[in-house]
């Protein structure tokens, strides 16, 4: 049965009318138009559908609808402020930590919850905590140095 | 810079719109694959041009669009491309928008995949840019009044030596004619490089952080519909009964029956599928009992003549001349594309015009395979590649998909995407097919190569040339990475650089063995047997680099070594690993790559990393478990690919050779990951593996094998 589901999208408010069980992921990219968060696995494992939650990662592809009711969700097109990139999509571009970029969104989010917890990473940190998004092109090396350059810069 | 060169904003209007408002350059195709002969009229290159190879277009505005059929995958050949037309051009990279991979507007192209964006195409678009900054010399010459040899071109414009210039743009303007100039210029040469050589960043960058970058899953159309088709639980399997009655109810679904498909359709893909699951199926499936342990017992049983290739002296000589005789088999099983992005296809019937929107790494040949295989036939079929999730050869070779969406799309007279679910992508994926090589080799009394004697099944000669200076050499190759139908149980194809990796291991670890047996320093060993001035310095440099002393194997240190050519390019790769209770764990990889001339170093060594960090995975844990044609990998907690625990320290670093032209970057620094790895594996243990992946228990169980 649909109902009508409403929850803070990229800072703004959204409502969808959906079956409750509906995947936020399809949600997002059917009902909503946003394409930049992705299908890779549909069993929670590759982290290339990871969104924020209330500042939490979620693999959205496991995720259903009606728990981000009254939430705040973030997705890739909601990570920069404006046409100001988040200084990890800045870091990502810089270090070449892009190649087919089908796992970026995910990676991304996932380095920005990371960052969030603890803005003073260790490299053992950051491959722990990057471990569950995976990258088919070999990007690893500069993703982890793109998300070391952030931390270092916030340590200051 | 355009952010997303995303070719869906082009018609066909504004093609004819280019011709009659811009300056538009065509240059023929010498020395490119042609589009093959007799092709359908309506399909290929624009009308009237189908002699033409490459366009270049510099627009009123001054910009310059590049057309290539060649996609972008990840591998940033878009940003080489542009780097290399701004080159000859003389204008600044930023002012170059590239429209890539759309069979209406860009020239034939057989498919991106061998490493030939820069080294084929790059070179031949080169030369038109070079013509085309010719007669804009030329034009600028008649506009001043001044003598071309007077005049250069520089940021765009035409300048004179008075300072008196005039831009291109001025120059396209009202041009509605091609010209051929007067004389031949020549390309720049590296002395005078000014782009080529920079690293210039992605163009693709902004959009892929910011999720803007469209690929083909994530277009949407009025009506779009979403399909789930039913497959079989295996190859070979076929449709006996199928009840879609309980599918049918499921609010907002339409099932399609047609010959050989069975789809239903929704507005959104989770109805799609959820009707799917609701169809009752049973199919009759072959019994075919060959699995991943029997499967090179079958696999040599069914062996095809072998083609004698790259024959030199005599094998009887050199085993006459050999002091010992070394024979070994070298297994690799399948291997998975597994690209983060599915298979996907979005199609769109307009009138008798299909358009689709593919993942693909081959959107000429996908046209063709389209156009012959729709019914009815086509008016006309234009395909148009998105941004690609990676291909790695997956998507090189027309999948069920392409053609599955546009007969939905006949039927339903509607836009219909099918992309597959991860499954269905193991499931369908065209496997790097199981290889064996056997090797029989032998030393003469000096510690110099002999013989060498090499068969190969089913991998092709991919980088089994061999550079060592063997007097006494015959390759036999048994068949390449596509066989004959009924040989796999399932689809086999190209795996990026296709037959490459296990030839590399396999001779790279022969190689070693025979080091080990005079008990001579491996690296020793190699620069001994080869004159060949190229590969051995790459492996100095690889050497120099890692800090490498001279040690015979197995010191356990557990370094090892590797080398090859590929796509022209020459590497060596030097390994550090550690092993625990049979565990390997790469600690750090150097690489040295000889290219010939580098259009982008970071872009080339990103390239090269991400060669190396996949190739931990053939190494290591990649390998597909199947029972007949049953697939019993179906998603990423089965198939391991390298992730982040895996990382070792990389090094990769491109040797200059500016006297060569640019050669591949995409694949060859894959090719001897598995065997410096092997090797890396001896020295540390004294144990040699022969089958990748080097898996634990493959590891554990190599103690009953003699090593040497």
């Given at each position: 049965m649909k109902e009508t589901i409403r929850f803070t999208l990229n800072g703004k408010t959204a409502a969808v009318d959906v079956?409750?069980?509906?995947k936020l992921l399809w949600v997002l990219r059917t009902?909503?138009?946003?394409?930049?968060?992705k299908y890779g696995c549909?069993?929670?494992?590759?982290?290339?559908c990871t969104v924020l939650v209330d500042g939490a990662t979620v693999r959205s592809c496991m995720a259903?609808?009606?728990?981000?009711?009254?939430k705040r969700v973030t997705t890739i097109e909601g990570l920069a402020d404006g046409k100001n990139l988040h200084p990890l999509q800045q870091a990502f571009i810089e270090h070449g930590a892009?190649?087919?970029?089908?796992c970026t969104p995910g990676m991304l989010l996932n380095a920005a919850a990371l960052l969030e917890r603890?803005?003073?990473?260790t490299r053992e940190e950051i491959l722990r905590g990057m471990e569950n998004n995976l990258c088919r092109c070999g990007a690893h090396k500069r993703i982890v140095e793109a998300i070391e350059s952030v931390s270092r810069e916030r340590r200051g | 810079m355009k952010e997303n060169p995303y070719t869906?904003?082009?018609?066909r209007r504004d093609f004819a719109k280019f011709i009659g408002g811009g300056l538009v350059f065509c240059f023929s195709s010498r020395g490119l694959a042609q589009a093959?002969?007799?092709?359908?009229?309506?399909?290929?290159?624009p009308a009237g041009a189908s002699d033409w190879n490459a366009y270049l277009r510099i627009g009123a505005d001054g910009r310059v669009t590049v057309f290539s059929g060649k996609i972008e995958m990840g591998q940033a050949n878009t940003t080489a491309l542009a780097q290399m037309a701004a080159e000859e051009l003389a204008?600044?990279?930023?002012s170059i928008d590239m429209v890539m991979g759309d069979t209406d507007l860009c020239p034939w192209d057989m498919?991106?995949?061998?490493?030939?964006?820069?080294?084929v195409y790059g070179a031949a678009l080169r030369s038109a840019a070079a013509e085309a900054r010719e007669i804009l010399l030329e034009l600028g010459s008649e506009r001043l009044s001044v003598p071309v040899s007077e005049l250069k071109a520089e940021n765009g414009a035409v300048v004179a030596g008075s300072g008196k210039r005039v831009a291109y743009a001025d120059l396209a303007r009202g041009e509605k004619i091609t010209r051929k100039p007067a004389r031949k210029p020549a390309v720049t040469t590296p002395a005078e490089?000014?782009?080529?050589?920079q690293s210039v960043e992605r163009l693709d960058g902004r959009a892929k952080v910011t999720g803007a970058a469209k690929y083909a899953g994530d277009l949407r159309f009025p009506g779009l519909l979403y399909a789930a088709l039913v497959r079989?639980?295996?190859?070979g399997a076929t449709l006996r009964t199928v009840d879609t009655s309980e599918a049918e109810k499921v609010p907002g679904v339409r099932v399609v029956r047609e010959e050989g498909l069975v789809a239903l359709l929704a507005e959104d893909p989770e109805t799609a599928r959820l009707a799917r699951s609701k169809v009752k199926a049973e199919y009759e499936i072959p019994d075919t009992k060959v699995d991943q342990k029997s499967i090179f017992e079958h696999l040599l049983a069914k062996a095809p003549q072998p083609q004698s290739q790259e024959?030199?002296?005599d094998l009887a000589e050199g085993e006459k001349a050999a002091v010992r005789i070394f024979e070994h088999a070298y297994y690799n099983g399948y291997g998975a594309?597994?690209?983060?992005?599915p298979h996907t296809a979005v199609a769109r019937m307009e009138g008798d015009k299909l358009t689709l929107w593919l993942s693909t790494q081959a959107p000429f040949m996908a046209q063709t395979q389209i156009a012959s295989q729709l019914k009815p036939a086509p008016g006309k079929v234009r395909i148009i590649t998105p941004q690609?999730?990676?291909?790695?050869?997956?998507?090189?070779i027309t999948s069920n998909e392409a053609l599955e969406a546009a007969r939905l799309a006949v039927v339903t007279g509607k836009p219909v995407m099918v992309a597959f679910d991860r499954r269905e992508e193991f499931f369908y994926d065209a496997f790097r097919p199981a290889a064996i090589v056997k090797i029989r080799s032998g030393i003469d009394s000096a510690g110099k190569i002999c013989l060498w004697d090499y068969q190969v099944y089913?991998?092709?000669?991919?980088?089994?040339?061999?550079?060592?200076?063997?007097p006494h050499n015959l390759m036999r190759v048994y068949g390449s990475w596509m066989a004959a139908p009924?040989?796999?149980p399932f689809n086999t194809g190209t795996w990026r650089a296709p037959g490459a990796n296990i030839n590399v291991f396999a001779r790279e670890s022969q190689i070693d063995i025979m080091a080990a047996h005079l008990e001579e320093d491996p690296l020793e060993f190699r620069l001994r047997n080869t004159s060949d001035a190229r590969m051995r310095r790459v492996l100095e440099e690889a050497a120099r680099r890692f800090g490498y002393s001279p040690a015979p194997a197995?010191?356990?240190?557990?370094i090892g070594m590797a080398c090859g050519i590929d796509a022209g390019s020459y590497v060596a790769e030097i390994a550090e690993i550690s092993v625990d209770g049979g565990r390997i764990t790469v600690r750090r990889i150097t690489a040295a790559q000889?290219?010939?001339?580098?259009?982008n170093p970071k872009g080339s060594v990103m390239q090269m990393e991400g060669c190396i960090t996949m190739g931990l995975g053939y190494a290591l844990t990649e390998e597909i478990e199947f029972q007949g044609g049953k697939i019993?990998?179906?998603n990423f907690h089965q198939y391991r690919i390298p992730r982040f625990s895996m990382l070792p320290a990389i090094d990769a670093f491109v040797v200059k050779n500016?006297?060569?032209a640019p050669q591949g970057g995409?694949?060859?620094?894959?090719?001897p990951v598995g065997g410096a790895i092997a090797n890396a594996l001896f020295d540390s243990t004294g144990l040699r593996v022969?089958?990748?992946?080097?898996t634990v228990e493959r590891v554990t169980g190599a103690g009953q094998t003699k090593a040497h």
């Open positions: 079956e409750g069980d509906r009902e909503i138009g946003l394409t930049g968060t549909g069993t929670g494992i590759c982290g290339a259903d609808i009606k728990g981000v009711a009254g892009v190649q087919c970029g089908f603890n803005p003073k990473l | 869906a904003r082009y018609s093959p002969k007799g092709k359908m009229p309506g399909f290929g290159p204008v600044p990279v930023d498919g991106t995949f061998g490493s030939m964006s820069v080294s490089f000014k782009v080529i050589g079989p639980p295996a190859h024959k030199r002296g594309h597994a690209p983060m992005e690609v999730g990676g291909g790695f050869g997956g998507k090189s089913y991998a092709g000669n991919r980088s089994a040339e061999q550079f060592y200076d063997v009924g040989v796999h197995p010191s356990r240190r557990g000889d290219m010939g001339v580098c259009v019993l990998t179906t500016d006297a060569l995409g694949e060859p620094a894959i090719v022969f089958e990748m992946p080097l």
